[in-house]
Structures are given as structure tokens and as C-alpha cells.
């Protein structure tokens, strides 16, 4: 879970007065601490929570973005949640909501953004990481908001793998994964989508100096090469 205990400092009051006053607001801070702790080992009062590293990871299809998702996953550990795999795993479990999320990834469009979320959600509570890639999401403005909405967490890195239209489309075709919606039809229309709907929210992030655009042609390990020092960057800074 990434939700852990991470400061007991709230219950620590400060005090400005004379010295019998800031005895007895040591003796009171002693007993709150106490019974703090006592509180939380009932679980009387929610743990603190440690906010946790979320990269958004964004792109059009077949930009690269599961292909360097591992990577990034090897070298810097953090968890892979894919918005298109947590779909896909509901199709295949025949969840309530399986049929309409086949549909829509057929047609290329976006699955209602409360689903998706949902499904994050669960991932992410469920995980010991506290360090989340999403891949494919947020695709829309209001993925974007029903995720601030939800779990009420800013991305501290969007990247963006810009890539050629036309080198996208060629490895889409050769993916050969069996995905329903590689097909040129379907991705047409998911292009379509990517420019009309997923567009807005690069810029979104761009503005807010959130965004990390790569070049997304060359071998997968050049890319890479190109990610590496972001994620380095936070390693150094987070160390100090
Ligand atoms: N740098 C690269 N050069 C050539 N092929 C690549 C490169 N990176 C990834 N590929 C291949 O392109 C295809 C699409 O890559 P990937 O699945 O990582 O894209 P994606 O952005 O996750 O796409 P989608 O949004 O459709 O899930 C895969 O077959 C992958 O092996
Ligand atoms: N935020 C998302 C992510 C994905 N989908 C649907 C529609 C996509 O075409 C499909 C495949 O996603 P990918 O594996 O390419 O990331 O899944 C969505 O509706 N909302
Ligand atoms: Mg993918």
C-alpha cells in the first residue's frame, strides 16, 4: 500500500510561553504523543500518508511508450500501471463492464474516464511501490480531472514520446500482439483521437512545466538514453 505512516510531527504542538507553560506543553505533548501512536496501533485515526512519485506517460499509438515503460521499470523501479492493459484485463475477466470497454477500444474511442480511474485506483492502493508509471493516461482533459478528482495526486513527470505519424502507424501494423484495435482502421481513428483529445492535455502539462518531450525514433535503447537523466535528475534531488 502506499499509504504509510510517514511523520508523527502533527502531533507535536508548538509553544511560545513562559517556562511553566512550555513544561506543561512538553507533559501534554508527551501524553498526545503517546496516545497518538496508541490511536494509530488501534487504527482509532488514519495513518499519515506518503504522497507517491506518479509519471504520466503519454504518447500516440505505437509511439514506444511500453517498450521504454520497461525500462524505466528495470533501472529505476518504479511499477507499470497501463491504462489499455488494466482495460484489456476487464474484457478478458468478463467484468460487468467488459463488453462496453471492448466496444470502445474497437471504435478507437475512450473509455469513460470513472472506469479507468477506478481501475488505477485499485492498482495503486494494492502495490507496496510508492513509485507509479502511467502508461496511456490521462488521454483526455477529463481523464486528466477525474484522476485529481479520485486520488487527488499531481504527476511529479509527464513524459511525452513524440513520434512521426507515419513510424507510428508501421509499428502498429507489425506489432503483432493480437490487439483488436491494430488494424488501420481502427487506427485512424485512434490517431484521430490522440490529436483531438490528448493534445490538449501535453499542452496542459507543457504550461504547467510538467512535460518531458522525447524523441521517439531511433533504436528503443537511444530513446531511453533520452529518459535516463529525468529520472536520474529526481534520484539526485530526492537524495539531496
Ligand atoms: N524505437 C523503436 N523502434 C522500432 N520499433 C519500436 C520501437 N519502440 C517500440 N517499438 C515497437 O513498436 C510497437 C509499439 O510499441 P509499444 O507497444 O511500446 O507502443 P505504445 O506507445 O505502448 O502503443 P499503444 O499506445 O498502442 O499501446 C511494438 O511492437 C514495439 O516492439
Ligand atoms: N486512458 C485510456 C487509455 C486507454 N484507453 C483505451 C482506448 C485505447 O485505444 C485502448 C488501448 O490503450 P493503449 O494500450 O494503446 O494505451 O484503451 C482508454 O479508453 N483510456
Ligand atoms: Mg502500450
Known amino acids: 500500500m502506499w499509504r ?7 502531533f507535536i504542538s508548538s ?12 507533559l501534554n505533548t508527551c ?24 509519471t504520466f506517460v503519454l504518447g500516440g499509438p505505437g509511439s514506444g511508450k511500453g517498450t521504454q515503460c520497461i525500462k524505466i521499470v528495470e533501472t529505476f523501479g518504479f511499477t507499470h500501471l497501463s491504462a489499455g492493459d488494466l482495460l484489456r484485463r476487464e ?10 470497454i471492448l466496444n470502445t477500444i474497437k471504435e478507437g474511442k475512450i473509455v469513460p ?3 479507468t480511474v477506478k481501475l488505477i485506483q485499485k492498482d495503486m492502493e494494492s502495490s507496496d511501490n510508492d513509485k507509479f508509471l502511467i502508461d496511456g493516461f490521462p488521454r483526455t482533459e477529463e481523464n486528466r480531472v477525474s484522476f485529481d ?13 513524440d513520434c512521426p505519424e507515419e513510424e507510428m502507424v508501421k509499428r502498429v501494423l507489425n506489432r503483432n500482439q493480437g490487439r483488436v484495435d491494430d488494424n488501420l ?4 481513428k485512434r490517431l484521430q483521437v490522440f490529436e483531438a483529445l490528448s493534445l490538449p492535455v501535453i499542452n496542459y502539462y507543457s504550461q504547467r512545466g510538467k512535460l518531458y518531450t522525447i524523441k521517439a525514433i531511433g533504436t528503443e535503447d537511444e530513446i531511453f538514453e533520452q529518459v535516463r537523466p529525468i529520472f536520474t535528475a529526481f534520484e539526485l534531488h530526492a537524495a539531496g
Open 185 to 188: 482502421e481502427t487506427i485512424k
Open 149 to 161: 478528482q479520485i486520488i487527488s495526486v499531481e504527476p511529479n513527470v509527464v513524459l511525452f514520446f
Open 113 to 115: 474516464s470513472q472506469v
Open 4 to 10: 504509510r505512516v510517514v511523520s508523527l510531527s502533527s
Open 31 to 54: 501524553e498526545s504523543l503517546t496516545t497518538g501512536i496508541a490511536q494509530q496501533a488501534k487504527g482509532v485515526i488514519a495513518p499519515k500518508e506518503k504522497t507517491p512519485f506518479i
Open 91 to 100: 474484457i478478458a475477466s468478463n467484468s460487468a463492464d467488459g463488453a462496453m
Open 15 to 26: 509553544s511560545r510561553t513562559s517556562f511553566v507553560a512550555q513544561t506543561a506543553s512538553r
